[in-house]
């Protein structure tokens, strides 16, 4: 029995060792890891009437409006950071077997979280406690404001008056679906392991991609190892793209030394 114990305790041990060398976050920032339908509303054809658009935060919708694109990537710093936010993503182009890459910016994010504030105002549902005695125009007026924050929450007129103009780049099959396969990768293997400490500030950094019939996200803030490669090189992507300076085969080497 003592044997038996011993062992057991070997393999634990062991088992917790393997699990250490193989974790991307350990002891980092707090992380939220989605898999979800992509659509919720089916069209009249092959695609979607409406995404889910569930994963997304404000900052995400003013940047990508209503749709999920294969890639994602968003960025957002503090205002004692880079004090900017910065996205990107890929849309595929079927008809001539090409893809279009867009980039984004947006400064100052003391005007961003004013932005953010305006939007969940307007968005987000009053809950009223059942025993709370309210008087019903009062009542009445929570309600219509919940009926119409239902039906504002995923309208893109409500976001795209905050939607920077993205510079779109038409990029090659090989380099986008590199891309595509990296992030999908992350995303499909990202352990942690530890606690998260307390950091008041820092950035954050979301990969999104979708498979198939899902749509994947993972928001970590203040990555680590394979995700801070990443999220360097979508930055780095980023600020190409804006300064008209892509350039692909130097993103593929680094995408390729990613393990």
């Not at 019939?213 to 801070?228: F, G, M, Y």
Request: glycine share 6%; aromatic share 10%.
């Amino acid at each position: 029995m003592k044997k038996f114990i011993f062992t057991a305790c070997i393999f634990i041990f062991g088992a917790s060792h393997i699990v250490s060398q193989n974790a991307e976050h350990i002891d980092g920032g707090h992380f939220l890891k989605r898999i979800e339908y992509n659509g919720i509303i089916r069209g009249m054809n092959t695609g979607f009437a409406q995404y889910n658009l569930e994963s997304k935060s404000v900052l995400e919708k003013i940047f990508f409006g209503e749709t999920n694109s294969p890639v994602e990537y968003v960025f957002r710093d503090s205002p004692e950071g880079s004090n900017e936010a910065l996205a990107l993503r890929i849309i595929g182009n079927p008809e001539n077997d090409s893809c279009r890459l867009e980039v984004m910016k947006l400064e100052d994010m003391h005007t961003i979280y004013k932005w953010e504030r305006n939007i969940s105002a307007q968005t987000n549902e009053i809950v009223i406690p059942h025993d709370l005695n309210i008087l019903w125009p009062d009542r009445e007026l929570i309600q219509k404001h919940n009926k119409d924050a239902f039906l504002l929450r995923n309208n893109d007129s409500l976001y795209q008056q905050y939607r920077p103009a993205p510079k779109k780049i038409m990029v090659s099959v090989a380099f986008a679906g590199k891309l595509y396969s990296q992030v999908k990768t992350l995303i499909d293997g990202f352990k942690a392991e530890g606690i998260p400490p307390t950091i008041a500030d820092g950035y954050e950094a979301t990969f999104r991609c979708v498979v198939e019939n899902e749509v994947w996200t993972l928001t970590i803030h203040i990555p680590q190892r394979k995700a801070l490669e990443l999220s360097n090189l979508c930055r780095q992507i980023i600020a190409d793209g804006l300064n008209n300076e892509i350039d692909e085969s130097k993103y593929l080497k680094l995408l390729n030394e990613i393990n």
